[in-house]
């Protein structure tokens, strides 16, 4: 009968260096997680961050890009034909631009008197003080073919020669002739200057459609 061999006895574990012979093996460090890299946060007027969502483009300006399917000359013709005609267009704009006077409102609100008139033209190429009323633009105002002697006229601006005029007047007292008034271009501003002479406006179309729409209702 045969007999199984006894177990053979385990060598002993071998201490580490340094540690006493009957301490416990020390257990192994375990290695640390690793953690992903993280891209830094987005500054301000340099670059998007890590977590913004992409901008779409702005949209082309009109113009900028030819369309498809026509040639980049023929564009270009198109482009600078619209160009040649805009500026025609600002020509004949300009050339056909009123240079009628424009009425004073801040003159006119200030003239009890506006009348339209025939100025004469006196020795010195200047206008005459003695006008003749025409017509009158309020309902007190003086009647037609009336004499007026304007003491300021002849120092008045906008003066083109004999004709008829707009005339924005104040009447004063006369004190060589009592009851008939003496009378002046009112000024627009309320001291004038020598520089800066109380303005008239020689009758056309434009004045009188301007005229007549700052004292509608007064006539």
């Given at each position: 009968?045969?007999?199984?061999?006894?177990?053979?006895?385990?060598?002993?574990?071998?201490?580490?260096?340094?540690?006493?012979?009957?301490?416990?093996?020390?257990?192994?460090?375990?290695?640390?997680?690793?953690?992903?890299?993280?891209?830094?946060?987005?500054?301000?007027?340099?670059?998007?961050?890590?977590?913004?969502?992409?901008?779409?483009?702005?949209?082309?300006?009109?113009?900028?890009?030819?369309?498809?399917?026509?040639?980049?000359?023929?564009?270009?013709?198109?482009?600078?034909?619209?160009?040649?005609?805009?500026?025609?267009?600002?020509?004949?704009?300009?050339?056909?631009?009123?240079?009628?006077?424009?009425?004073?409102?801040?003159?006119?609100?200030?003239?009890?008197?506006?009348?339209?008139?025939?100025?004469?033209?006196?020795?010195?190429?200047?206008?005459?003080?003695?006008?003749?009323?025409v017509e009158?633009?309020?309902?007190?105002?003086?009647?037609?073919?009336?004499?007026?002697?304007?003491?300021?006229?002849?120092?008045?601006?906008?003066?083109?020669?004999?004709?008829?005029?707009?005339?924005?007047?104040?009447?004063?007292?006369?004190?060589?002739?009592?009851?008939e008034p003496?009378?002046?271009?009112?000024?627009?501003?309320?001291?004038?200057?020598?520089?800066?002479?109380?303005?008239?406006?020689?009758?056309?179309?434009?004045?009188?459609?301007?005229?007549?729409?700052?004292?509608?209702?007064?006539?």
């Open positions: 009968m045969s007999t199984a061999p006894p177990d053979e006895p385990k060598p002993p574990a071998t201490p580490q260096a340094g540690a006493p012979a009957d301490a416990p093996p020390m257990p192994q460090a375990a290695a640390p997680p690793v953690v992903p890299p993280t891209m830094p946060p987005a500054i301000p007027g340099i670059g998007p961050g890590p977590n913004d969502q992409p901008r779409p483009d702005p949209p082309a300006p009109p113009f900028t890009h030819p369309p498809a399917g026509l040639a980049p000359r023929a564009f270009l013709a198109i482009t600078a034909l619209l160009m040649l005609a805009w500026f025609a267009w600002l020509s004949v704009a300009a050339l056909n631009k009123s240079r009628e006077p424009i009425v004073s409102r801040a003159q006119a609100s200030v003239a009890p008197v506006p009348v339209r008139a025939k100025v004469a033209t006196g020795k010195d190429g200047k206008p005459d003080p003695t006008v003749t009323v009158a633009f309020t309902p007190n105002g003086p009647k037609p073919e009336t004499k007026l002697l304007v003491t300021n006229l002849p120092k008045a601006g906008g003066f083109d020669g004999e004709g008829e005029y707009l005339l924005l007047l104040s009447a004063e007292a006369n004190p060589f002739l009592p009851g003496l009378y002046q271009v009112v000024a627009v501003r309320v001291s004038a200057a020598d520089d800066d002479p109380p303005p008239i406006y020689k009758w056309s179309a434009d004045v009188e459609k301007q005229a007549r729409r700052l004292y509608r209702g007064r006539e």
